[in-house]
Antibody, heavy 123, light 105 residues
Framework: QVQLQESGPGLVKPSQTLSLTCTVS??????????WSWIRQSPGKGLEWIGY???????DYNPSLRSRVTISVETSKNQFSLKLSSVTAADTAVYYC???????????????WGRGTLVAVSS | SYEVTQPPSVSVSPGQTASIICSGD??????VSWYQQKPGQSPVVVIY???KRPSGIPERFSGSNSGNTATLTISGTQALDEAAYYC????????FGGGTKLTVL
C-alpha cells in the first residue's frame, strides 16, 4: 500500500526556517512516474501549492514562495523534504506532502496525499 | 496571475444533482482536476483531466470543462458527499480554487 507521511516540528519561531520531511512507502521516490509535492492549507482556508521535485532533483516552485522555498529529495531514504525560510504567522498551516503524476505538466494532478501536519509559527 | 473562482457554498437535497462550478479565463483550454476534502481529512481526487474518474470513485461523480467554466456534477447526491470541493488547474504554476462547501440538506 502506497503511503506518504509528513514529519517535523509542530512549532516554529518567527524568522526561523520550517523544515518538514515526507517519508514515502510502497513506491520509490526514484520512480520517473511521479513528482513529489508540498501543498499547504491555512486554518479554515483553501489549498496552496508550494512546489514539487522530480527524482532527478529538478524542482518547480510557486512563484509567490520561490524566494523562501527549497524542496529536496533523498532517494536512498525514500524521502523528500521542504524548507521554508523566514517564516511568519502567515505560514501557519497544515502542510501536506502529495504525489503528482508525471503526465504532461498541464494535465498533472495529485493522486495521493499524506495526512498532513500542522505547523504553527509563534514565539 | 491566473485565478479560478468557486462559489463558497452549494446546497442540495439527498438524491438530487449537485453542480459545482469553477470559473476562469479560457479555463476550457486547460485541464481541471477536482478534489474532495472532508473535515479533518486530506483531499482526495475525484475527477482528473476534466472528465476522468479514478478507480474507487463512484460513478455519480462526473466532470466537464468548456469555455470559461468547469463543472463537477454529483448525481444522486448522498449525505456522505457532504464536503469541501476544490478545483485545480495549471497556468505558470498550480492553481487551486478557493473551495466550495457542499451541504446535503
Amino acid at each position: 500500500q502506497v503511503q506518504l507521511q509528513e514529519s517535523g516540528p509542530g512549532l516554529v519561531k518567527p524568522s526561523q526556517t520550517l523544515s518538514l520531511t515526507c517519508t514515502v512507502s510502497g513506491v520509490s521516490t526514484s520512480s520517473g512516474d511521479y513528482f513529489w509535492s508540498w501543498i499547504r492549507q491555512s486554518p479554515g482556508k483553501g489549498l496552496e501549492w508550494i512546489g514539487y521535485i522530480y527524482y532527478s532533483g529538478g524542482a518547480d516552485y510557486n512563484p509567490s514562495l520561490r524566494s523562501r522555498v527549497t524542496i529536496s529529495v533523498e532517494t536512498s531514504k525514500n524521502q523528500f523534504s521542504l524548507k521554508l525560510s523566514s517564516v511568519t504567522a502567515a505560514d501557519t498551516a497544515v502542510y501536506y506532502c502529495a504525489r503528482a503524476t508525471s503526465t504532461s505538466r498541464a494535465s498533472r494532478y495529485f493522486d495521493l496525499w499524506g495526512r498532513g501536519t500542522l505547523v504553527a509559527v509563534s514565539s | 496571475s491566473y485565478e479560478v473562482t468557486q462559489p463558497p457554498s452549494v446546497s442540495v437535497s439527498p438524491g438530487q444533482t449537485a453542480s459545482i462550478i469553477c470559473s476562469g479565463d479560457k479555463l476550457g483550454d486547460k485541464y481541471v482536476s477536482w478534489y474532495q476534502q472532508k473535515p479533518g481529512q486530506s483531499p482526495v481526487v475525484v475527477i482528473y483531466q476534466d472528465t476522468k474518474r479514478p478507480s474507487g470513485i463512484p460513478e455519480r461523480f462526473s466532470g466537464s470543462n468548456s469555455g470559461n467554466t468547469a463543472t463537477l456534477t454529483i448525481s444522486g447526491t448522498q449525505a456522505l458527499d457532504e464536503a469541501a470541493y476544490y478545483c485545480q488547474a495549471w497556468d505558470s504554476s498550480v492553481i487551486f480554487g478557493g473551495g466550495t462547501k457542499l451541504t446535503v440538506l
